[in-house]
């Protein structure tokens, strides 16, 4: 029996609804639902999509579609806002998802049953907007009255009247129903959530509040929030689940229940108080319908403290219930899973957690410390060897407190353990992904880890750590999928995520539009009232061959002592600001102070002096440092491909030998292989 086969049943019954009414998509969809082969029901689920896209095209962006690719038009009716924010959504992740389907051996065969569920949620969406199209195209009451007597004939004057009568009554009822439309958001802007349809699943945990004596208890309270969120997360019937960072803006707040649900754009909401005393735990729980303030559940659970590990998947399922969410049997053993059964291994991990999301880079130490604890209590704890991995992997990633080829080779033993644990880890996944892109050059498995981390949910991954956004969004950059890079800028954006402006003035930057870019940078200091100095913005300047502008953001960061200041990577900026703008003397002394690093690695010396020196054209010491870089193992090396100041060397053979040799070239390759498969 196929995995999938629950999903196809429904398919089956939308096949009914459509057909003899859209004949293209009735093609595609029952191919789909008669197949067997995974390879196929891929194939046609993204046909159906194109069908759909395609038809959107023509009717609310008012043109044909041609060869343009779906995500560009998919791009184009969110950002003109012609179809709801969690149609989008799917058809985002059934496009994306659809195209394993031209690969059968580079596939997971439970992929195939997030693109049934996001087909199916879009399928009802257009089957509904068909409908109303049809409806507002029909013609208008009057016109079945034609002047079919003459208007002076006595004997028709009450007749006509009745006529008048009915064509104001006729024109009433459409006013009521467009009204009515409008209300429930069937037709018109899409934005308020109470204009929501009634069906959709979307909903935000609000944090637990603290009610214990003991404030410390605080880390337990936002735990229990975020494991809730990840259970809830874990539902694919759920549209939406607002995740543990967004919700956290709300933690003290007395805005009323309906204001938060319309700003979060859900229609439902669950709130709760945690109080432990003593060796018990009191936790109570309601959920709530905004709309009309009326409480759908509610429960208060007085247990043994211990029982606070399970106590949040018995919430996850009571609202899964409450709510009518169909749960497939993997879904609810995922939800029924506990992680450890060991307490103290548990609270250690909270701690872990909260430090994550409320402290700074001085905490990295004790997290790695609490963490460690933590498997010693249990050392079959996935979460803990995961966090451990990242933790490693991060503090010395960024800052180089330690190089970066020994970061990664020491946290890769942890996201192996979390994985032999449970293949499922989201975080494990994800720093798999981190190390096949900086430390192995593998690019394609990077990928399918990023993907996968995606599919898994990196939900808590968000909460404690959100920078990953951005990461995966530099990733995309760095193999110039500008298109899938600006998905994860806007995403970082919407969080507020330190970071998402450089990648959008990266990614302006690749696509030619560097007069709009530098506009960006100077609205973002006029905005925030900011001083200049700021090193990013040095950067991007350079990529933006602003260097006037460049050398004044840099040499402000490094008059106020900024401690990006100190790293290869922005002093390299530095040199070549002053090189660029003549100040020859300074930009030698410091790229001299670079070449004195060669005790470490860690910051990618290498590297940047080689950068710098292919932003000067001498391109013979660029290709010096760059080969001592490749030989180093630089992490660094992925953005040979797109970082402007590299364009210098690319009429040069060896340029290609290092494009080969850090794997940029199988990538190429890889892509390619999927594009004409697409094209079969």
């Not at 009521?176 to 802007?189: A, Q």
């Not at 975020?226 to 759920?238: P, Q």
């Amino acid at each position: 029996m196929q995995i999938w086969s629950t999903e196809i049943k429904e398919l089956e019954t939308l096949y009914t609804s459509i057909k003899g009414r859209f004949p293209e998509l009735e093609k595609e969809l029952e191919q789909l639902i008669e197949t067997k082969d995974a390879n196929v029901v891929m194939l046609y689920s993204r046909r159906c999509l194109e069908v759909i896209i395609t038809d959107l095209c023509e009717s609310e962006l008012k043109r044909p579609r041609k060869t343009e690719p779906l995500k560009g038009i998919i791009d184009k009716l969110n950002k003109e806002e012609k179809v709801p924010s969690h149609i989008i959504t799917s058809m985002d992740h059934l496009n994306s998802l659809s195209s394993f389907g031209a690969h059968p051996k580079e596939y997971d065969p439970e992929q195939v049953r997030p693109i049934l569920l996001n087909l199916a949620t879009i399928l009802k969406w257009y089957i509904k907007y068909k409908d109303i199209e049809i409806e507002n195209k029909a013609k208008p009451e009057e016109k079945r009255y034609g002047n079919k007597e003459p208007d002076n004939s006595a004997k028709y004057i009450g007749k006509s009247k009745k006529r008048l009568l009915m064509l104001f009554s006729g024109l009433l009822l459409v006013v009521i129903v467009i009204m009515i439309l409008l209300v429930f958001n069937i037709v018109g802007d899409r934005k308020s959530v109470s204009d929501k349809p009634e069906s959709e699943k979307s909903i935000a945990v609000l944090p637990f509040k603290n009610f214990s004596t003991d404030p410390d208890q605080e880390y337990m309270s936002d735990g229990l929030t975020d494991e809730i969120i990840n259970h809830l997360y874990k539902i694919a019937s759920f549209d939406k689940v607002v995740s543990l960072n967004s919700v956290l803006t709300y933690k003290g707040t007395d805005k009323k229940i309906p204001q938060i649900a319309d700003e979060l754009k859900v229609n439902y909401i669950l709130e709760g108080t945690y109080k432990k005393i003593g060796d018990s735990v009191r936790v109570t729980t309601q959920l709530i319908d905004p709309k009309n303030d009326k409480h759908l559940w509610q429960h208060e659970y007085d247990q043994p403290y211990k029982e606070i590990i399970s106590i949040q998947s018995d919430i996850a399922l009571q609202i899964a219930d409450n709510l009518k969410a169909f749960l497939t049997n993997s879904e609810l053993q995922n939800i029924r899973k506990i992680s450890t059964s060991n307490l103290e291994a548990y609270e250690l991990l909270q701690q872990a957690f909260y430090l994550m999301r409320t402290g700074g880079d001085e905490t990295g130490n004790q997290i790695l410390d609490l963490v460690l604890k933590a498997i010693e209590f249990d050392p079959d704890y996935a979460d803990a060897y995961s966090v451990a991995g990242i933790d490693i992997l991060y503090t010395g990633a960024y800052a180089g407190s330690k190089e970066i080829s020994s970061a990664i080779w020491d946290a890769l033993p942890f996201f192996e353990k979390a994985l032999e644990l449970d293949q499922n880890n989201a975080w494990a996944h994800f720093g798999m992904g981190n190390i096949n892109e900086w430390g192995r050059w593998d690019y394609i498995m990077a990928e399918k880890e990023y993907l996968k981390a995606n599919e898994l949910g990196l939900n808590r991954l968000e909460a404690s750590w959100s920078y990953y956004i951005i990461l995966i969004g530099e990733f995309y950059l760095k193999m110039n999928r500008l298109e899938d890079a600006l998905i994860y800028q806007k995403k970082a954006q919407d969080l507020v995520i330190a970071g998402s402006s450089d990648l959008l003035i990266k990614i302006n930057a690749l696509s030619g539009n560097k007069k709009e870019a530098y506009n960006y940078i100077k609205k973002i200091y006029k905005d925030s009232g900011e001083e200049q100095a700021d090193s990013w913005k040095g950067e991007e300047c350079i990529w933006l061959e602003k260097y006037d502008s460049a050398k004044i953001y840099l040499e402000s960061a490094l008059q106020a002592q900024h401690p990006d200041m100190s790293l290869p990577r922005f002093q390299a900026c530095l040199a070549l600001a002053y090189f660029k703008t003549k100040n020859y003397q300074q930009a030698h002394s410091i790229i001299q102070l670079i070449d004195k690093s060669n005790k470490t690695t860690a910051g990618s010396p290498e590297y940047y002096t080689g950068w710098y020196y292919s932003g000067i054209g001498e391109l013979d010491s660029a290709f010096y440092w760059l080969e001592k870089a490749v030989n180093k193992r630089s992490a660094e090396m992925p953005w040979l491909k797109v970082d402007p100041v590299f364009n210098s060397l690319k009429k040069d053979d060896r340029y290609w030998d290092l494009y080969e040799r850090t794997g940029h070239k199988a990538y190429d390759e890889y892509m390619a292989g999927i594009k004409n498969n697409k094209k079969r």
